[in-house]
């Protein structure tokens, strides 16, 4: 598929949590269609070229997005992929997990915004791509921290992308649903083989498409997005769930 999208071809391009799961899927689906992609995690990032960085510093990412400039020569493309999340109620919230989950999550991004989109409005080119969640509109108990984080970061890119769109800018989101993951793996279980996830999601119909979406599936729709075929959409949240939102 990247191989026919326009655009990617030397292309500077730095992928936040590229380490694993959907970031690695998209950095490895941006270097085969030719773009010079550099990751930006606290993981190592194993035969990728990147620079390792806590996002939940803000010194550390303003540090980052200089270096990713300095070592790319041009960032074309930004995808903020890096995400954690912190579970339990309003009334047990943890201050400080709320206050990392948010640094990671939507700070981050938004200073990578700052740094980064200036020169690609001085270009007149550049793609950003922020991964949200469907958490960015539907709430589920005890994920206060990612639902705000997320649905932060969606109005963030909206944002932007009025501000940026006529320089060249394209700023858009995509939101996943269910994505096999390690995120999905709680208390060494993935949730995606639970009895609750079989009955209620796939035997039950909440997911129409009937199958968690794999890392691939996601890296498809933000690489696009992040090629010059996208042409014409800016500010928008491109939910890829399977289908999970269209119903109730």
Known sequence: MTAKLAGLGSRGAVVTGGANGIGAAIAGRLRDAGARVL?????????????????????????????????????????????????????ELDLAEYHRVLAVNLHAPVLLMRELCGPMRAAGYGRVVNVTSVHGRLSEPGALAYDVSKAGLEAATRTAAIELAAAGV???????????????????????????????????????????????????????????????????????????????
């Open 170 to 248: 394209l700023v858009n989101a995509v939101a996943p649903g269910f994505v096999a993951t390690r995120m999905s793996i709680v208390d060494g279980v993935s949730e995606l083989e639970s009895d609750w996830f079989t009955a209620g999601y796939l035997r039950g119909g909440r997911l129409p498409i009937g199958r968690a979406a794999t890392p691939a599936d996601i890296a498809d729709a933000v690489v696009w997005l992040a090629s010059g075929s996208n042409a014409y959409i800016a500010g928008q949240v491109l939910t890829v769930d399977g289908g999970l939102s269209a119903r109730f």
């Open 39 to 91: 990751v930006l995690d606290v993981e190592d990032a194993g035969d990728v070229a990147a620079l390792h960085v806590d996002l939940a510093d803000p010194d550390a990412v303003i540090a980052a997005a200089a270096s990713a400039a300095a070592r790319l020569g041009s960032v074309d493309i930004l995808v903020n992929c890096a995400g954690i999340s912190s579970d339990g109620p309003v009334t």
